[in-house]
């Protein structure tokens, strides 16, 4: 028999033996009416639908009393299902491998034993694993959550019969002072002087980079993704809608507004194709290359020409764009040559939102920096955009 190409849906077949219309999905036969008849149709409507919406996984049939997956395989089944629904871009997003920590944790202690008899004990005795594993209290409670959601996944996909899930769902997060959990840092502001002695030892993309996120309080992600064709630099305050940012997959719109000083240092790189990254480390690595060449003190006939050195096919090759990834490293090792302690570019996020709060309250501050906990009527939009240009306009 042909093999069905990848992402095909089989088709409906005739069992002549018993004259029903079957269909296979996933290794499984299911035998549907007698065949040619509408309810035939019909019924294969149903169990394609149901196939498609278990993200094309064979339906286990689930005892009443005991379930038939292990706990490893349905954390199995969810892990494929989290590594094609946590996408952003094209590209998995960090969500599904915290996913696969959290899920290793808990097979580790129950993985053989059938998936409906984990209870609320055994979640957590899941919890006290992650506590000697000096997890934050914080994160642990947000993990607790994310193996709770695993089951409910498990029960709408009739993976698993799901009776232990209101007992999972009651059990309370770690509370500060009751627990052995350790508490995490919380993230502070960066200092000036701090980002003033890591500036010197920046590439000049990357110390334009940390001057605009200082100044707009945006986020690392959206910085790393401003185009010229995402700028509407018509007015006094320009505004930055990103391609991509953190609460999209909400139905949330994202305006950066941009003020004079912001737009200083932006300008220079408006100046390439509409849908070119600003900051790019290709353009940053030419421009080192550049520096350290004009620095170079050996003459040209002796010692190494410019580019003889280079390894023909690199591991790692600059990008179109900075990544958050590399955006921090670069910053951290701009640390460490300033010999100063590390510090991350949420910092500065943090720093912005500290001024902005302190000079015009809390509610500049959250429209500034886009903290919104849900949708909001258009005038509310246009009154939050309107308070944030006027703040940025003095600010940045």
């Not at 594993?133 to 994160?139: E, I, M, N, P, V």
């Not at 019969?161 to 509370?175: D, F, H, N, Q, Y």
């Not at 790393?224 to 909400?250: A, N």
């Not at 050195?309 to 490293?329: D, I, M, Q, V």
């Amino acid at each position: 028999m042909a093999r069905l190409k990848r992402g095909a849906i089989p088709g409906i077949r005739h069992h002549k033996p018993s004259g029903m219309a079957v269909v296979t999905l996933s290794g499984q036969d299911f035998y549907l009416a007698t065949w040619g008849t509408k309810a035939a149709i019909a019924e294969y409507d149903r169990v394609v639908n149901e196939w498609l919406a278990r993200s094309r996984h064979p339906l286990v049939q689930v005892d009443e009393h005991q379930g038939e997956l292990t706990l490893l395989e349905l954390a199995a089944a969810y892990k494929r299902h989290a590594k094609s629904y946590y996408v952003k871009n094209g590209k998995v997003t960090s969500e599904y491998h915290v996913v696969r920590s959290i899920v290793r944790v808990a097979c580790e202690l129950y993985g053989r034993e059938p998936a409906d008899s984990f209870d609320a004990l055994k979640l957590q005795a899941v919890q006290q694993a992650m506590i000697r594993l000096q997890w934050a209290r914080t994160s642990i409670n947000r993990h607790t959550d994310r193996l709770v959601k695993m089951f409910s996944w498990g029960a709408a996909q009739k993976l698993i019969a799901g009776k232990e899930l209101i007992g999972l769902r009651e059990v309370k997060g770690l509370r500060k002072g009751r627990t052995d959990a350790v508490e995490s840092a919380p993230v502070l502001p960066v200092e000036e002087s701090t980002i003033q002695a890591t500036l010197h030892h920046l590439p000049q993309v990357v110390a334009d980079m940390v001057k605009l996120q200082r100044l707009t309080g945006c986020r690392p992600e959206e910085l790393c993704l401003i185009r010229p064709c995402d700028i509407e630099s018509s007015g006094p305050v320009w505004f930055y809608r990103p391609e991509s940012h953190k609460t999209q997959h909400h139905g949330h719109a994202r305006v950066v507004c941009i003020g004079p000083k912001g737009q200083e240092v932006l300008r220079p790189y408006l100046l390439r194709a509409n849908d070119a990254y600003c900051f790019s480390p290709m353009q940053s690595e030419h421009k080192r290359l550049a520096e350290v060449h004009e620095a170079r003190v050996t003459p040209i006939s002796y010692g190494n020409r410019p580019g003889s050195n280079r390894r023909a096919r690199p591991k790692r090759k600059p990008g179109e764009h900075y990544t958050t990834a590399s955006y921090r490293r670069a910053i951290h090792r701009g640390c460490d040559k300033a010999k100063i302690e590390r510090w991350s570019p949420n910092r500065l996020r943090h720093s912005a939102a500290t001024e902005i709060r302190k000079r015009f309250g809390l509610e500049a501050s959250q429209v500034v920096l886009g903290h919104s906990a849900a949708d909001v009527t258009q005038v509310y939009a246009e009154r939050d955009l309107a308070k944030a240009a006027e703040v940025m306009a003095k600010v940045g």
